[in-house]
Each structure stands twice: as structure tokens, then as C-alpha cells.
């Protein structure tokens, strides 16, 4: 770990402003190099092992289509509960001292992902509101925590956000016919709503509020664009609506 890695980061109240005006904050620098290296073994090693056991019936949701001749997964879920190395991330105190800032004292990871996206293929991620996936009592009290475990660039697919959807109500998603856990934006609300590229060097995060649009287009380039999205929410908030089923039992208090 760097030698600065306990040291907090102290937004600006422009960039608070900002995220609560906008919907989005990029922070560059928040992890070193050395860091996201680390999890990244550790995520491939977890990614192989999951491979190795998934089940017929789950593999159109967790391999990457649009990468043809390798097997690829597209995404893993609840890192936060299943590797300690992603727990730690979590718990680091400079992201945990962002996280607090921009919603509040006490808070924890409820639900998370690793994003693969592989070189030469990844696919999109459909544009959506992660409040309509959650349901959350309280949409202020959620906040995405988006780490860029490589360069995240236009050419390898990063993140888009709806500058102010934040501010916005969560709309009603619908899922393609046989992707039921697809769930996105409709067309006609979308079409309305420009959309801006976020790119995020490789140790930064990206942080969004769960009402704010984003989606991520393929990865045409030849490098991977993986990341690791830890969704927090302040203590008192609960997924009480949910679209998808969330196993509640896998919220882990970071701080009281
Ligand atoms: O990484 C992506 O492409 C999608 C990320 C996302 O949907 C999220 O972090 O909520």
C-alpha cells in the first residue's frame, strides 16, 4: 500500500457542489498503480474459480457475448462480500473520507460488481438508474463508488453520465425479451437526455448518485477496461423496493 493511502482527500465544497448539482464526480488518484494490480489478480483468480462452476443456465448473463473465439466473463458480483481484498478497498480511509463526504457520516457497501469490459469486444452497458434496480428508502443516502482498475477511456468504454438526471425522478426501466435482469432506460426518456463521456485514470474513482443516468458503450481497443463498482449507502438506507432480488445479509457496515 502507498505510504500516503491513509491519508484523507479533502473535496473542495466547488466539487461537492458539483456532485450534488451534476449527478457525478471523478476523484483521480485515489488508489496507486500497485494497488488496482493487486486486485486485479486477485479478481481474476476469483474469476476463474467462478468460471470453473457456473452453470449452464447463467452463462449467457456472465460471459461477454460480444467477445468471440475466448470466454470471457462480463462481470462478477458481490466482491465486497467474497474477497477480502475487495473488502479492504472498501474500507480504505481515503475512499471511505469521499464517500462520507458527499452523503453523509456512517455508511455501507450494500451491493457490488466487477466490470470486466474485455479488450477487442466487451459489451455495452445499457444507460440506467441504479435507484431503480435498488428501490432505496431514502435515493440521497446511495452513492456508486466506480474504481478504474485500468485506464478508463473513450476508446475502451467508459462510463457516460446524464449531467443533472440526479436532480430527476427514477423512471420506470424495461428489460429486453430474455434478459429480464437487463433492466434500462426507455428509448423515449433517453433520446431526450444528453449523455457526456467520464473517462477515469486507472486508481481513481468515479463517483455517482443512484438517480444519475449512465451506461458504457463496447470496448473497441485492444486494452482491458475492468472496474469495480462498490455501492454504498448510508446506514439508516434500505433496498426496500428492489427490481432484482439483493441478498440484504451481504450489507457490510465500513463505518458507524
Ligand atoms: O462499468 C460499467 O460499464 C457499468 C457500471 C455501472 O452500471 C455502475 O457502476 O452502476
Redesign the pocket.
Known amino acids: 500500500m502507498a505510504a500516503d493511502s491513509e491519508n484523507v482527500i479533502n473535496l473542495s465544497d466547488s466539487a461537492k457542489f458539483m456532485y450534488h448539482q451534476v449527478g457525478h464526480l471523478t476523484v483521480p488518484g485515489v488508489f496507486d498503480a500497485e494497488q488496482m494490480n493487486e486486485l486485479v489478480r486477485d479478481i481474476e483468480q476469483w474469476g476463474e474459480e467462478f468460471l470453473d462452476e457456473l452453470p449452464s443456465e447463467k452463462r449467457s448473463w456472465y460471459i461477454d457475448g460480444g467477445i468471440k473465439g475466448k470466454t470471457v466473463l462480463r462481470k462478477l458480483d458481490n466482491p465486497h462480500a467474497h474477497r477480502a481484498k475487495v473488502l479492504n478497498i472498501a474500507k480504505n480511509p481515503r475512499l471511505v473520507g469521499l464517500v462520507e463526504s458527499l452523503v453523509g457520516r456512517g455508511v455501507s457497501v450494500y451491493f457490488s460488481?466487477i466490470?470486466f469490459?474485455g479488450p477487442e469486444g466487451g459489451g455495452p452497458?445499457p444507460a440506467?438508474q441504479?435507484n431503480f434496480y435498488f428501490g432505496p428508502t431514502d435515493i440521497k443516502g446511495v452513492i456508486?463508488a466506480?474504481i478504474a482498475l485500468d485506464d478508463s477511456t473513450l476508446e475502451n468504454?467508459c462510463?457516460y453520465f446524464g449531467d443533472g438526471t440526479n436532480l430527476g425522478p427514477v423512471y420506470q426501466h424495461r428489460a429486453p425479451k430474455d434478459e429480464p435482469y437487463n433492466l434500462q432506460l426507455p428509448s423515449e426518456i433517453l433520446n431526450l437526455q444528453p449523455m457526456s463521456p467520464a473517462p477515469v485514470p486507472k486508481g481513481g474513482v468515479s463517483f455517482?448518485h443512484g438517480n444519475t443516468f449512465?451506461q458504457?458503450s463496447s470496448n473497441l481497443s485492444t486494452k482491458w477496461r475492468r472496474?469495480c463498482?462498490l455501492?454504498f449507502v448510508r446506514n439508516d438506507v434500505e433496498f426496500a423496493n428492489p427490481a432484482l432480488p439483493y441478498d440484504h445479509g451481504l450489507k457490510r457496515k465500513i463505518t458507524s
Request: net charge positive; glycine share 6%; proline share 0%.
Open positions: 460488481q466490470f469490459k452497458k440506467h441504479d456508486t466506480w468504454g462510463l455517482h449512465h458504457s472496474a463498482a455501492h
